[in-house]
């Protein structure tokens, strides 16, 4: 019987995102951080956008260009549409075509009842953000459209579907980037451009840093895994609908909270 000849089996692969541009914001901290790390590290050219945590932002770069990747970090408040410019253009500059952008940057909100929210509260949640997807949008996808290919991932919250008291401002702004992201992935797709939410319970970042470790516990102890997301966590879910291996999937809706709440 003939020896398996190993020279027969290829060992040799590209990284996963060999020659991708992808556009993260709000990378200077948490998921957008830890996203804008694993991406890099699968051979993506990354910009790590941010607006006020320069400091954090250019570690993120340092963390990259450390282990043999390429980055760059740009200061942009997503909500301003001459920012959003000036943003697109220095990235194309650097990297030139954007063929992936990651909607991760979102506003914060007060967290209290319905009653207690005045209209302007409510309105500056709603608004930012859509209007930052929106803006990013307007920008990125003229040149996918000619380009014929272009993937788009917003980071949404489980709390878009499942409502828990003192979140009704998230839940609704979220809710409504869900449909926007759907119409996007609708119109989009003949255009051989892919669109897609990713929902996120609980993760341990920043802006859940005001939380008790027993309300995380009760959290941890509700999800089949037994425990609350870690940025990576998140960042790992991109990556699969990053990748060309996701390339039959649009207009999705994926829950990553370990099972908390399952569609
Ligand atoms: N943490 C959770 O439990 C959780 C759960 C579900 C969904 N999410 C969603 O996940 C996303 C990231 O959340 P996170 O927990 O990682 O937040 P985070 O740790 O508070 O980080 C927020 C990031 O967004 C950036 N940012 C905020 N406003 C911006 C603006 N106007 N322009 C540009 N960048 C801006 C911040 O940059 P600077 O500091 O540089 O301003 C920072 O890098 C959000 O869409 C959030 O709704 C989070």
């Not at 740009?74 to 954007?98: G, M, Q, R, T």
């Not at 409504?176 to 996007?184: E, I, K, M, P, Y």
């Amino acid at each position: 019987m003939a020896e398996l000849s190993t020279k027969t089996v290829s060992t040799t692969h590209q990284p996963m995102l060999a020659n991708r541009v992808i556009l993260v914001t709000g990378a200077s901290r948490g998921i957008g951080a830890a996203t804008a790390k694993l991406l890099a590290s699968h051979g993506a050219k990354v910009i790590v956008n941010y607006n006020k945590s320069a400091r954090e932002a250019n570690a993120v770069v340092e963390h990259i260009k450390e282990h043999g990747g390429s980055a760059v970090a740009i200061k942009a408040d997503v909500n301003s549409e001459s920012e959003v410019k000036k943003l697109i253009e220095s990235s194309v500059e650097h990297y030139s075509f954007i063929d992936t952008t990651i909607l991760n940057a979102s506003p914060s909100f007060s967290i209290k009842s319905f009653v207690d929210y005045n209209w302007h509260d409510f309105e500056k949640k709603l608004v930012g953000e859509l209007k930052s997807a929106f803006l990013i949008c307007k920008e990125v996808v003229p040149p996918m459209v000619q380009k014929r290919k272009g993937n788009i991932i917003a980071i949404s919250t489980g709390l878009s579907r499942h409502p828990v008291s003192g979140f009704i401002a998230h839940s609704s702004a979220k809710a409504a980037l869900d449909a926007f992201v759907r119409s996007l992935a609708f119109e989009l797709g003949p255009h051989g451009i892919r669109v897609n939410v990713i929902a996120p319970g609980l993760v341990e970042t920043d802006a859940t840093a005001f939380m008790s470790s027993e309300q995380k516990d009760a959290f941890a102890q509700a999800a089949p895994l037994r425990r609350v997301a870690m940025p990576e966590d998140i960042a790992g879910a991109v990556l699969l609908l990053a990748s060309s291996e996701a390339r039959f999937i649009t207009g999705a809706y994926l829950p990553v909270n370990g099972g908390t709440q399952m569609v």
